[in-house]
């Protein structure tokens, strides 16, 4: 089993930053496909931005340029960084994982394809 944590979530005025984290633990494999989500109150939860094992990343247009995801397999933790805030993107934020294959090369990985994860961390952005 595998256990997602994330962390760093917080309220932050508009043009302001924050890093997410997300902790994994438990039995994990060298290929994954791990990803951040966000869910706004009255709104479907979104994808934002995900990452293969093999390095390659997507993001959302609607945050490209702005957040960053990246991963420290060594601490088996996945990130969020998150610059220019503005108030749209308050939202839940969720990581997601699944092992064994990768994000599958095209486009983002449908959110029921994730197996395991996190209980979210709210981000706030005032304006």
């Known amino acids: 089993q595998v256990q997602l944590v994330e962390s760093g979530g917080g309220s932050v005025q508009a043009g302001g930053s924050l890093r997410l984290s997300c902790a994994a633990s438990?039995?994990?494999?060298?290929?994954?496909?791990m990803g951040w989500f966000r869910q706004a109150p009255g709104k479907e939860r979104e994808a934002v931005a995900q990452i293969d094992s093999d390095g390659s990343t997507s993001h959302a247009d609607s945050v490209k340029g702005r957040f960053t995801i990246s991963v420290d397999n060594a601490k088996n933790t996945l990130y969020l960084q998150m610059n220019s805030l503005k108030p749209e993107d308050t939202a839940l934020y969720y990581c997601a994982a699944v092992y064994g294959p990768g994000c599958g090369g095209g486009g983002f990985l449908p959110l029921s394809e994730y197996n395991y994860w996190g209980q979210g961390t709210q981000v706030t952005v005032s304006s």
């Open positions: 438990g039995y994990t494999y060298s290929t994954y496909c």
